[in-house]
T-cell receptor
């Protein structure tokens, strides 16, 4: 079946360093891949998405890379800040109006 | 503008009971999706509604149902509650279900005892 998984459940980085969160997916037919951020006590918040025909997309301090050959997605956060501490989910969206979420990676930012 | 509102925020129910959760989407959004979030299973898709029609359903038993009203507000119902139904239930709205950016509410924390 469809699944989106994460390589690491926890990531700890020093404030100011760059963070890289990885994700593997299995459904090659997905149209979009998405990253969400969930802070404690809140619902997930959209960060950035990438269409399946792209391999890189940049946002504000974030970059998403898509490698369709190995079905791998990554989120890079530049100059990580304490406010970036959260759980990050990768997700995929194809036809059918549903979004499939991965298990999540918890990012700790050390001051 | 106001965000997605879910009520109630917390619920405690007994096994065998039923529960109804409510979601008010962002004004103008017509698509509402529901998710179940647990530590072990992560975020799992329950169903998606658009213009009062369920367009997609996840792999949950028939005890889980939902509906959407003409004002786009949505409810989900879980009947014959089981201990394993304890979870955070999240609602997300978007203008149209095919867009990737969905806006989530804070969720309803359901505890079944």
């Amino acid at each position: 079946g469809e699944s989106v998984g994460l390589h690491l459940p926890t990531l700890s980085v020093q404030e100011g360093d760059n963070s890289i969160i990885n994700c593997a997916y299995s459904n090659s037919a997905s149209d979009y891949f998405i990253w969400y951020k969930q802070e404690s006590g809140k619902g997930p918040q959209f960060i950035i998405d990438i269409r399946s025909n792209m391999d890189k997309r940049q946002g504000q301090r974030v970059t998403v890379l898509l490698n369709k050959t190995v079905k791998h997605l990554s989120l890079q956060i530049a100059a990580t800040q304490p406010g970036d501490s959260a759980v990050y989910f990768c997700a995929e969206k194809g036809g059918g109006f549903k979004t499939i979420f991965g298990a999540g990676t918890r990012l700790f930012v050390k001051a | 503008k106001a965000g997605v509102t879910q009520t109630p925020r917390y619920l405690i129910k007994t096994r065998g009971q039923q529960v109804t959760l409510s979601c008010s989407p962002i004004s103008g959004h017509r698509s509402v999706s529901w998710y179940q979030q647990t530590p072990g299973q992560g975020l799992q898709f329950l169903f998606e509604y658009f213009s009062e029609t369920q367009r997609n359903k996840g792999n949950f038993p028939g005890r889980f149902s939902g509906r959407q009203f003409s004002n786009s507000r949505s409810e989900m119902n879980v009947s014959t509650l089981e201990l394993g139904d304890s979870a955070l239930y999240l609602c997300a709205s978007s203008f149209e279900g095919q867009v990737t950016e969905a806006f989530f509410g804070q969720g309803t924390r359901l505890t079944v005892v």
